[in-house]
């Protein structure tokens, strides 16, 4: 908010709002996903601890990747990509 003050963007920020009624809604939902991934981790590092919550992390944007690549054929992952993916997945299994 400050940011945006500051640079003169809030105006049109809420102009651009105002001509476009549905981004009010889009905002605030990512506002709410927002509020509830810091939930997420602030709940993992008190109940558990920092390495949980890495990991999790790490096997999300794993996942992700791997999701990524298959559903689009023309972004197919390379061997070395695949490769790297598989050492993630290979460490996460030891830590456990």
Do not use: W
Not at 38 to 62: A, H, N
């Amino acid at each position: 908010f400050l940011l945006a003050v500051c640079t003169g963007q809030l105006a049109d920020g809420v102009s651009f709002c105002n001509r476009h009624p549905g981004m009010q809604n889009a905002i605030a939902y990512y506002a709410l996903a927002s509020v509830l991934g810091q939930l997420f981790v602030y709940f993992t590092i008190t109940e558990f601890d920092p390495l949980v919550l890495s990991t999790v992390t790490t096997t999300r944007k794993i996942f992700s990747t791997v999701y990524s690549a298959a559903r689009s054929p023309g972004s197919a992952m390379s061997g070395m990509q695949i490769g790297g993916g598989a050492g993630v997945f290979a460490a996460i299994a030891g830590e456990t």
